[in-house]
C-alpha cells in the first residue's frame, strides 16, 4: 500500500486584508500532474489550470481559512497554523505523513514536518500553494466587485502603495486586519482625534 501523504501551503500571511487560507492535498501517484510549481512563480491563468486538475485528479484536497477576526485575535502566525489545521481534518483520506511548507507545526495527530521552500520542492505542497492561492484570489476579485474603491483584483490586499492610498482616501473596511499598519495606526489616529474632540467639548 502506498504511503498517503498529504502537502499543505497557505496563502495571504502577509496582505493587510482578507482571510489567510490554507489547503490540503493528497495527490495521486498514479496520475501525476506536469507542471506543478510554487504557486508565487506561475501565471494567474495557469494557477487557475493546475487548480482545476488537482481538483480532478487528487485522491484528496480540502481548502480552508482563518478569518480576519480570528486572525486580529490569535495573530497571523497561529490563525495561519489554525488553517492549516482545519484543511488537514477536512481531508476525506487520513494521511500517513503531513509535509507543510515553512518552519512551523500546527497540533496534529499524525507525523507531519515542516519543510522550507516545500512549495518548490515537494509536489503536494505545490499543489497545496495552488489550490490556497487561487481560492485566496478568487475571494480578492469578489471583495473587488463589493468594495469598487479598492482595487484588490490587482493588489489582492496586499500592502501596495496604491491599496495604503486606497485606505487613506476611503478609510479601512471590516476585512481589512486591524493589527497590521497602516490599519493599526490609522484606528489609534481615529481614537485620539475623537477623544481631542471629546476633550475640547468636555472643557467647553
Known sequence: MDVLIAGVDEAGRGPLAGSVFAAAVILDTTQPIDGLADSKTLSASKRNKLATLIKQTALSWHISEASVEEIDSLNILQATLLAMQRAINGLSILPNEVLIDGNQLPVL????????????????????????KVARDNLMNEYHKKYPNFAFHQHKGYGTQQHIAEIEKF??????????NPVKSLIAKQ????NQIKTFYQSN
Open 109 to 132: 495527530t499524525m507525523p507531519a514536518q515542516a519543510i522550507i521552500k516545500g512549495d518548490s520542492k515537494i509536489k503536494a505542497i505545490s499543489a497545496a500553494s495552488i489550490l490556497a
Open 171 to 180: 478609510g479601512f473596511l471590516d476585512i481589512h486586519r486591524k493589527t497590521f
Open 191 to 194: 481614537k485620539h482625534d475623537i
